[in-house]
């Protein structure tokens, strides 16, 4: 955006590359206003709503059948600057549990590391 270029801000956008394969969500989604934004959003669900977060096509299907992600609705939390935002809270999502713990792990170490 006509900042200079500088190996912090290619690990920063390569972070968001790598939130938007996770979530199958782009930053310009139209969720993402006053003040949420996607990092935000997937901070402040790890690491006990990671199934919230996850775009369901990476989990496998016996997770997508139990309903997991099927009724949607606006939580307010607060960001990091104690902002209040709305974000989405999916029904019968309780943790992460029906997760294979093995993929819970692997998806839980890749999303952390986007935000260190």
């Known amino acids: 955006m006509g900042g200079e ?3 912090e ?3 920063y956008s390569y972070g968001v590359l ?11 989604d139209d969720m993402f206003k006053d003040g949420l ?4 959003f997937v901070k402040m669900a790890l690491p006990k709503r990671l199934a919230q977060v996850v775009d369901l096509i990476l989990l496998p299907r016996e997770f997508e059948e139990l309903g997991v992600a ?3 609705k606006m939580a307010t939390e607060k960001d990091d600057n104690d902002n209040e935002i709305e974000v989405e809270e999916t029904n019968n999502i309780e943790d992460s549990r029906h997760v294979d713990v093995d993929m819970q792990k ?3 170490s890749i999303l952390n590391k986007c935000f260190h």
Do not use: A, I
């Not at 934004?37 to 935000?40: E, I, M, S, V």
């Open 5 to 7: 270029v500088s190996t």
């Open 9 to 11: 801000g290619d690990l």
């Open 18 to 28: 790598v939130l938007e394969m996770f979530t199958g969500r782009m930053p310009t």
């Open 37 to 40: 934004n996607l990092h935000n």
């Open 70 to 72: 099927t009724g949607v």
């Open 106 to 108: 692997c998806l839980l």
